[in-house]
């Protein structure tokens, strides 16, 4: 059986702006009207990415979705601080 651990899901509020000719994504943070959804599950890695794809899917509105560890001091699962944990997605 795979190893579960505690994860926290955000999607918060971005901007798109183009500099130079590049463009970037600012992250909006600061207030509850920037997070348009915050939730905690305990799973397993793959299940988490999973889900963070099911969230960033289903929000319409330009956003990052951001996959953390519920707590600052929580066990991470292997190659966690190696992988991209966030999702660029919206218009």
């Known amino acids: 059986m ?10 918060r509020k971005a901007e798109k702006k183009m500099i ?5 994504r600012t992250v909006m943070f600061g207030g ?6 915050e939730s905690c599950a305990e799973m397993t890695y793959a299940e988490a990415k999973h889900h963070l794809q099911n969230l960033s899917d289903g929000e319409p509105r330009t956003h990052r979705a951001i996959l953390s560890m519920k707590y600052r ?19």
């Open 2 to 11: 795979a190893k579960t651990y505690d994860f926290r899901f955000i999607v």
């Open 73 to 91: 001091d929580d066990r991470v699962p292997p190659g966690f601080n190696k992988n991209k944990n966030w999702i660029d997605g919206g218009n």
């Open 20 to 24: 130079g000719g590049v463009e970037y």
């Open 32 to 37: 509850t009207a920037d997070v348009y959804h």
